[in-house]
């Protein structure tokens, strides 16, 4: 976890900064809309790469509870997931603008997180309690 939260950090530091940089990479410049799709590219790489800090533990978690033997909590995210892109490009534009299409995805990853981490928690205590004995 804590690897995975520094290179999301590292991840930041870089693309933050260079965002258009290295969205213009696959953009033309001589296209009628460079303009308007470097700005959505920037817009969007900017705020995934800051939701890294909530994927990387979602994943983690989501694998981890699967790996132990409870796939439906990873199945129930999937199904959180989706509700929560809909919500979000269907909802929020009216209030915070374009910025809801960009954020759906960040905003998928916070409302699953829960779902995998309690049950994670709840069984690896479980675990825990049945080596002890």
């Known amino acids: 976890m804590v690897f995975a939260l520094l290179l999301s950090a590292l991840l930041n530091l870089v693309v933050q900064g260079l965002a258009p940089q290295l969205a213009g990479l696959f953009l033309s410049p001589g296209d009628p809309l460079y303009a308007r799709t470097l700005h959505v590219a920037v817009a969007d790489v900017r705020v995934i790469t800051l939701g890294l800090f909530i994927m990387a533990p979602m994943y983690l978690y989501r694998i981890g509870i699967q790996t132990l033997g409870h796939p439906r909590y990873p199945m129930y995210a ?12 269907s909802l929020l534009p009216p209030l915070i603008g374009e910025y809801a ?6 905003l998928a990853w916070c409302v699953t997180l829960p779902v995998v981490v309690i049950p994670f928690y ?5 675990k825990a309690a049945e080596t002890a004995v």
Do not use: P
Request: proline share 0%.
């Open 78 to 89: 999937g199904f959180l997931q989706l509700a929560a892109r809909v919500a979000s490009v």
């Open 122 to 126: 709840k069984y690896m205590a479980e």
């Open 101 to 106: 299409y960009y954020i759906a995805t960040v």
